[in-house]
C-alpha cells in the first residue's frame, strides 16, 4: 500500500505542533501510573503530556489490559471522564492469535483502577460490536486510544466505530503502529486514512500515531 499520508516527526517536533494548535503551557511533570511490557514509559510519557495539554473531559480507550494506561488518564486529566473497553477469557469471542496472550480473566481486566477511587468506567465487550457502545449517545468523545485487536479487520471495525462518537475538533490515538510485529495495525490505519481523508502523524522512535479530527 503506498503511503501519503502519514507523517514522522520527531517526539519535540510533534509537541511544537500541538502547542501551535493548543498554546497553553503545561509545566507540571505527567503521571506516570505504572508501567507494564505493553505501553513503554517514553509513549506513556507523551500520552499523558498531550491529554495535560488537550484537557478532555470524555476518554475512550480501546483495550484495558490491566488498566494502568487508563489509570495515568484519569490522573493526569482529574476533571475527565474514562471509558475503556475489553474483552476478557471468560466471553466466547474469536480473538486473532496475536492477542490471545493479552486477553485476560474477568477478574484481572482494570486491576490496576479497580479498587480505586476514580473517574473510570469498565466496559466488557467487543469493540467491533456497534452495540457494545450504547453507553455513548451521541458525539461526546474528546480524546480515543486505539489499543485493541491488532488485526486488520479488527483496527478498522475500531476506527468505525470510535469514529462515530468523536466531535469536531477531537484527537485519536492508536498504539503498536510499527512493522515488526503489527503490520495489519497500519496497513489498517493507512487504509481507513486514506478513505476518510485525514493525516496520520507518526511519532518517531515510539509505535504512536496520532490524528486531529
Known amino acids: ?118 473517574r473510570i468506567r469498565q466496559i466488557y465487550g467487543d469493540s467491533s460490536k456497534i452495540k457494545t457502545y450504547s453507553f455513548l449517545k451521541k458525539k461526546i468523545v474528546d480524546f480515543a486510544f486505539i489499543d485493541g485487536n491488532h488485526s486488520f479487520k479488527g483496527v478498522v471495525r475500531d476506527m468505525q466505530n470510535v469514529l462515530k462518537f468523536m466531535r469536531k475538533g477531537s484527537v485519536l490515538c492508536w498504539h503498536d503502529f510499527k512493522k515488526e510485529d503489527y503490520s495489519e495495525v497500519i496497513q489498517a490505519i493507512c487504509y481507513l486514512s486514506q478513505k476518510e481523508k485525514f493525516k496520520i502523524i507518526h511519532i518517531r522512535g515510539t509505535s504512536l500515531a496520532v490524528t486531529f479530527l
Open 1 to 118: 500500500m503506498k503511503i501519503k499520508n502519514i507523517k514522522m516527526v520527531t517526539v519535540k517536533k510533534f509537541f511544537e505542533f500541538v502547542s501551535r494548535k493548543y498554546p497553553i503551557p503545561v509545566r507540571d511533570e505527567v503521571i506516570i501510573a505504572g508501567y507494564n511490557l505493553v505501553t513503554s514509559l517514553n509513549e506513556k510519557y507523551i500520552l499523558y503530556k498531550l491529554i495535560r495539554i488537550l484537557k478532555p473531559m470524555i476518554i475512550l480507550e480501546i483495550g484495558t489490559y490491566f488498566g494502568f494506561t487508563a489509570l495515568g488518564f484519569a490522573r493526569n486529566t482529574p476533571g475527565s471522564l474514562v471509558y475503556t473497553i475489553d474483552i476478557c477469557k471468560e466471553m466466547r469471542i474469536d480473538i486473532p492469535r496475536l492477542q490471545k496472550p493479552f486477553v485476560l480473566p474477568r477478574k484481572f481486566v482494570g486491576e490496576a483502577f479497580a479498587k480505586k477511587k476514580t
